[in-house]
């Protein structure tokens, strides 16, 4: 198999994927691949359960290169964790990145948000989602090299990371150089015009995807 020995879930959409030969999001992450640079790290938001995190480790010629994973579904982060076993040094972190510590909801990318409700696992809906979890911001990551590329893919909270006084110190003191974000479409203005005046440039999109750089 394309990632070796790996753990996946019976019918979810991302196992689906990892099981055919052409793997899950392998022409996206082939494109931004080569935006990996040696000594340096690559922080993946919504790593599920490691599908493109394995793609990017495997696929890069770059040495030296620090991976960190950031999932809130509790019911995943086994599967990552055994997933990026062979991943030298790699972080995971199992929570949901928002503008403040506290709890996250997740529901349908709806932005509503429980804070000060510690010791509350994560509970589901019917759909198996996590209604909320475990909520931290961007400096509670520990980086020892600076961020070439940032995935982020979190099904509508990816607006929480542009938000907050501790975040945008964080994008201030160590912004990636290139950001690939899935974006829903309702927070596209608000996510893009914080990118933008953080002195970022879209190079292009594929479907739901935007990469950006930082101007040079």
């Given at each position: 198999?394309?990632?070796?020995?790996?753990?996946?879930?019976?019918?979810?959409?991302?196992?689906?994927?990892?099981?055919?030969?052409?793997?899950?999001?392998?022409?996206?992450?082939?494109?931004?691949?080569e935006y990996i640079t040696p000594?340096?790290?690559?922080?993946?938001?919504?790593?599920?359960?490691?599908?493109?995190?394995?793609?990017?480790?495997?696929?890069?010629?770059?040495?030296?290169?620090?991976?960190?994973?950031?999932?809130?579904?509790?019911?995943?982060?086994?599967?990552?964790?055994?997933?990026?076993?062979?991943?030298?040094?790699?972080?995971?972190?199992?929570?949901?990145?928002?503008?403040?510590?506290?709890?996250?909801?997740?529901?349908?990318?709806?932005?509503?948000?429980?804070?000060?409700?510690?010791?509350?696992?994560?509970?589901?809906?019917?759909?198996?989602?996590?209604?909320?979890?475990?909520?931290?911001?961007?400096?509670?990551?520990?980086?020892?090299?600076?961020?070439?590329?940032?995935?982020?893919?979190?099904?509508?909270?990816?607006?929480?990371l542009f938000q907050g006084d501790?975040?945008?110190?964080?994008?201030?003191?160590?912004?990636?150089?290139?950001?690939?974000?899935?974006?829903?479409?309702?927070?596209?203005?608000?996510?893009?015009?914080?990118?933008?005046?953080?002195?970022?440039?879209?190079?292009?999109?594929?479907?739901?995807?935007?990469?950006?750089?930082?101007?040079?």
């Open positions: 198999p394309r990632y070796g020995k790996v753990a996946l879930f019976k019918d979810d959409v991302v196992s689906k994927g990892m099981r055919t030969n052409f793997g899950w999001e392998h022409g996206l992450m082939n494109r931004v691949v000594n340096s790290t690559v922080l993946d938001v919504g790593a599920n359960i490691g599908a493109s995190t394995l793609e990017l480790y495997r696929s890069t010629n770059a040495e030296n290169v620090d991976y960190i994973c950031v999932e809130m579904q509790a019911d995943v982060l086994p599967l990552l964790k055994f997933n990026t076993r062979h991943i030298k040094g790699r972080q995971i972190y199992g929570g949901g990145l928002s503008d403040e510590p506290g709890v996250i909801s997740y529901l349908d990318g709806i932005d509503e948000k429980f804070h000060n409700m510690g010791g509350i696992g994560p509970t589901k809906n019917i759909d198996g989602y996590p209604l909320h979890a475990a909520s931290f911001v961007l400096d509670n990551i520990k980086l020892h090299k600076p961020i070439s590329l940032l995935k982020c893919d979190t099904e509508g909270s990816e607006v929480f501790r975040n945008r110190d964080w994008w201030r003191e160590h912004g990636p150089e290139y950001v690939i974000i899935e974006c829903f479409e309702q927070h596209q203005e608000k996510v893009f015009g914080f990118l933008e005046e953080y002195g970022y440039e879209k190079l292009w999109k594929q479907l739901n995807d935007h990469l950006w750089r930082r101007r040079r």
